[in-house]
């Protein structure tokens, strides 16, 4: 809008009275002007925005049409208004120089991030450039592989070539390179894990006793390990016996028992009990067979009692001490299931369990952890002295099972025997201890 206004009359001010009229510029009035250069450079700014190069030229020629107009009636203002114009005009021709530069900097086109995704049967001049720019990235590659590769072939020759000659091997080296063995590599799956044997053995000083013990101790080193041997003497240590157990290679302990008596089925009791004492209060986990010194046995039944998880019998072979006769004690199976008995009924009551303390074998646990085999905490398993022809033991074992259901059954169908009892035991005599004389015996016959 233009807007001119005349001030015609007069103002009395300081008692005078002065005409205005000559302060009344004709001139057109300097807002019309900015107005229009304002009009026209903002048309100039949305011809760039809009990026049409047809209407910024015109925007530029309407622009410049206006600024020689404004060049035109500037020189006719006054030096105020003349010197605000100008840096008007600096002030445009700024903004417009860097929205020049910025346009400069701008892509032609708009690109979208939903449109980068394009289909591979689409072909786009775009694609075609990037796939050109990737083969000339991977030719490039080529060449500097290339490149690389004859650089460390020609290093390796060089090492070659300057290296020192290699000394030649003694003759000592070399039989010892060849007869060193190659180590396997180990596998942690080969590595199988077998349960700790227990073996309890009572003994006592006597003739045979070194005899049995050293017997029993060859067929105890042949065995796998995990196995301890619970010794137990009456009534003291005696030096010959901690001599064999320290030679035998066996790792094991050896117990007492000081029962004060002359019952042999008692001491027997007595040392028994010592042995089950000390695995319930070092809480031993493993499998438990009381090893009679005077039996015979073969190392096939040290490895079956490892396949026991909870109790374990095998057949027993006994000799009757009548013209060679031998019986069979023990189990009847039918795969690893207990189906009857084989046993020689004595006078006497019945046993429920007819099998002796060589033919069985159990999981220690049960002696010291009764609730993980459902059984009253309270009772107490043990070895009673009460009972003859066999009910000692089967009234043991009924603290154990239940029944044959219970029962493992070894070896396959129990038919094979890995033990022998053997009744060889001499009569009581006395003997010198140690086997060693201290004093000379009479000569019958001179030495000549």
């Not at 049409?52 to 500037?74: C, E, G, P, Y």
């Not at 067929?219 to 995990?226: A, G, Q």
């Not at 795969?335 to 004595?346: C, E, F």
């Not at 089967?394 to 009744?423: A, T, Y």
Request: hydrophobic share 40%; proline share 6%.
């Amino acid at each position: 809008m233009v807007s001119s206004r005349r001030y015609t009359g007069s103002l009395q001010r300081d008692g005078s009275v002065q005409d205005w009229s000559e302060f009344v510029d004709p001139s057109p009035s300097p807002k019309l002007l900015y107005s229009q250069s304002y009009v026209a450079m903002r048309g100039l700014l949305t011809s760039l925005v809009s990026m049409d190069f047809a209407l910024l030229s015109s925007r530029l020629k309407s622009a410049w049409a206006a600024v020689l107009s404004q060049r035109h009636t500037r020189s006719q203002e006054r030096s105020k208004s003349r010197g605000l114009s100008c840096k008007r005009f600096a002030i445009h021709l700024l903004v417009c120089f860097m929205v020049g530069i910025f346009v400069g900097f701008m892509p032609f086109f708009s690109v979208d991030v939903s449109q980068k995704i394009v289909s591979e049967n689409e072909s786009l001049p775009f694609d075609e450039g990037v796939v050109e720019r990737d083969m000339v990235d991977r030719k490039v590659k080529e060449l500097e592989t290339i490149v690389v590769e004859k650089e460390a072939n020609m290093i390796d020759e060089s090492e070659v070539e300057e290296s020192p000659p290699v000394p030649a091997m003694l003759d000592d080296e070399a039989d010892f390179v060849e007869a060193s063995p190659a180590i396997p590599a180990i596998n942690d799956l080969d590595i199988t894990t077998r349960k700790l044997l227990i073996v309890v053995t009572i003994t006592t000083v006597r003739p045979q006793q070194a005899y049995y013990l050293n017997r029993l101790a060859h067929v105890l080193k042949s065995v796998l390990s995990p196995l301890l041997w619970l010794v137990v003497e009456w009534p003291d240590q005696s030096f010959q016996t901690a001599e064999i157990l320290r030679s035998s290679g066996v790792m094991y302990r050896h117990l007492i028992c000081r029962k004060n008596t002359t019952s042999v089925r008692k001491i027997a009791v007595c040392q028994r009990n010592n042995a089950i004492y000390h695995i319930k209060k070092h809480c031993l986990d493993g499998i438990m067979h009381f090893a009679d010194e005077e039996q015979s046995y073969t190392g096939d039944v040290f490895e079956e009692m490892q396949k026991i998880r909870r109790f374990g019998t095998w057949p027993v072979a006994i000799h009757t001490g009548i013209k060679y006769r031998v019986v069979l004690e023990g189990p009847t199976c039918k795969g690893n299931r207990v189906t009857g008995w084989n046993t020689i009924q004595k006078k006497g009551v019945a046993r429920r369990f007819p099998i002796s303390f060589s033919g069985f074998a159990f999981n220690s646990t049960m002696l010291w952890d009764p609730q993980r085999w459902n059984r009253p905490p309270l009772d107490s398993v043990i070895v009673h002295s009460g009972g003859r022809g066999g009910l000692q033991e089967s009234r043991f074992i009924e603290k154990l099972v239940k029944n044959e259901h219970q029962i493992e059954g070894l070896p396959e169908d129990c038919n094979r025997v890995m033990v022998w009892n053997f009744n060889f035991e001499p009569p009581q005599f006395n003997y010198p201890p140690g086997w060693s004389l201290h004093k000379n015996l009479d000569g019958v016959i001179p030495v000549t």
